[in-house]
């Protein structure tokens, strides 16, 4: 009987944790360049002093899911996507690097170039700052070129580059923050043959079709789970009545 009603506890409680998942990924459909969650259930045994005759659920989120999403034309001259295979270095408050496909960019008054997040933009040797300007232009290879104050429209200055990589998604995770990072840590190599697409941000990736029918089952697992629990109550009640009699 304990077995029976600990497998409906804790599928229920891991359960809801799983519809948690699929309503953040909801929340989360209007995030230009979100990267929806993945989630899957697993039977997980009971380790402790006594032998491992106890099993419970366990929900967990294997990885997230790198499809790119729809570009979205936006004619805004520092709104940037990746274009194919590749993702933009950004700067964690933590000094490290994480990794964006799409950023709506801006010059903060320090003229430190963030994405729209506030995270600053890596270049070559760290962050990008930009000088007092009269126009920023970002090139297909990431290249950031200004006009100064007071000089010619044709005359245009290269400031630095965005330091774009493309590293194996095997490995890279989305961290607790909910940016993502590579899984040792380290700092991707640059790449110069990704490519970023100026006027344009890339939509999340979530299909909302299969983000509701995701919760639909799980809630209805839920209650299921739910059906079992109260099953063991009553099969407990009928067995104290059964005792008492006799």
Do not use: C
Request: avoid cysteine.
């Amino acid at each position: 009987m304990d077995k029976y009603l600990y497998v409906a506890m804790t599928g229920a409680s891991q359960n809801a944790l799983a519809q948690k998942a699929h309503a953040n990924n909801l929340a989360n459909i209007s995030t230009n360049g979100f990267q929806r969650d993945l989630e899957q259930a697993r039977s997980m045994p009971v380790f402790g002093d006594s032998f491992p005759a106890r099993a419970f659920a366990l929900t967990e989120r294997p990885a997230t899911d790198f499809t790119p999403g729809a570009m979205i034309e936006t004619g805004r001259d520092l709104d940037v996507a990746v274009s194919g295979d590749g993702w933009m270095a950004v700067q964690t408050p933590d000094g490290s690097e994480a990794y964006v496909r799409s950023a709506s960019m801006n010059v903060d008054a320090l003229g430190v170039l963030r994405a729209g997040n506030g995270m600053p933009i890596m270049g070559n040797g760290g962050p990008i700052a930009v000088p007092p300007q009269q126009k920023i232009e970002v090139g297909s290879d990431g290249t950031i070129s200004i006009r100064a104050m007071g000089e010619g429209p044709r005359v245009m200055a290269e400031v630095d580059r965005i330091k774009l990589v493309q590293p194996d998604l095997k490995n890279m995770n989305k961290g607790l923050d909910g940016t993502i990072h590579t899984k040792d840590g380290q700092p991707a190599v640059a790449d110069a043959t990704v490519k970023l697409t100026s006027g344009f941000l890339q939509a999340s990736n979530v299909n909302a079709v299969e983000e509701m029918t995701a919760v639909l089952a799980l809630s209805k697992q839920f209650e299921l789970h739910i059906k079992m629990m109260n099953s063991a109550k009553e099969d407990d009640q009928a067995m104290t009545r059964v005792m008492q009699m006799s």
